[in-house]
């Protein structure tokens, strides 16, 4: 599936970028740096997306989910900011194992410049996206295989991307405060991933989410 975007869009930069250095890149490389299995005979990738599993042939970078995994929304099929994403981490990322401890965003190099960006683009989202339609969220959370964790008045912890996690935690809101929340993310993002990526990150998985509580 191409990549769908406006000729002005700020997508289309970066996606031409990444891509052409994708496919100028050794695929047995990129396989070994970041840990994503590569079968050099069908000549694709496979690797597993909040719960869905992909192959993307190179070099076209094409991505296609899994027939039997049909959970309904596959943002690396469907968005551009997961497309990118992904496209960035084969030609940059480099695998690391998380010591099994989460950080917020302002504990990521850089985050604390971001952070308003972040609190306004992904913790004020999820809060009075799902605050108050807790319903919503544990189905939307179920679906993607999370698992619930004790903190605040409902949350829980899934695979984002192959190795790396997130925690996704709500407080229900009432006559006195608004709902809100908190994203914490594995301790080992900030090794893959720089603190733009990471709000992306933030942006993916509640897009996602949001798409499957419909």
């Not at 049909?70 to 551009?80: F, V």
């Not at 992904?122 to 999370?146: P, S």
């Not at 991307?161 to 994203?183: A, H, N, T, V």
């Not at 090794?191 to 509640?206: H, L, T």
């Amino acid at each position: 599936m191409e990549l769908q975007y406006e000729k002005d869009s700020k997508e289309r930069i970066p996606y031409e970028h990444y891509l052409e250095r994708f496919q100028k890149s050794d695929p047995k490389e990129i396989s070994q740096r970041t840990g994503i299995p590569y079968d050099p005979e069908q000549r694709v990738f496979t690797l597993r997306l909040m719960g869905v599993t992909y192959q993307i042939r190179y070099p076209e970078y094409e991505v296609h989910h899994i027939p039997e995994e049909r959970i309904g929304y596959y943002p690396l099929e469907e968005a551009a900011n997961a497309r990118i994403l992904v496209l960035r981490y084969l030609v940059e990322g480099n695998a690391a194992i998380s010591t099994g401890k989460f950080i917020t965003y302002r504990e990521a190099p850089w985050g604390s410049v971001y952070l308003k960006q972040f609190t306004g683009r992904c913790i004020m989202r999820l809060a009075y996206g799902f605050g108050n339609k807790q319903e919503h969220f544990r189905k939307a959370m179920e679906t993607i295989g999370a698992i619930p964790l004790n903190h605040g008045d409902i949350s829980y912890e899934f695979e984002f991307l192959d190795g790396y996690r997130l925690q996704m935690i709500l407080w229900e809101g009432d006559e006195e405060f608004p709902p809100s929340s908190q994203i914490l993310f594995s301790d080992n993002f900030p090794i893959a991933f720089q603190a733009e990526d990471m709000a992306v990150v933030g942006d993916i998985s509640i897009n996602m989410l949001k798409a499957l509580a419909k």
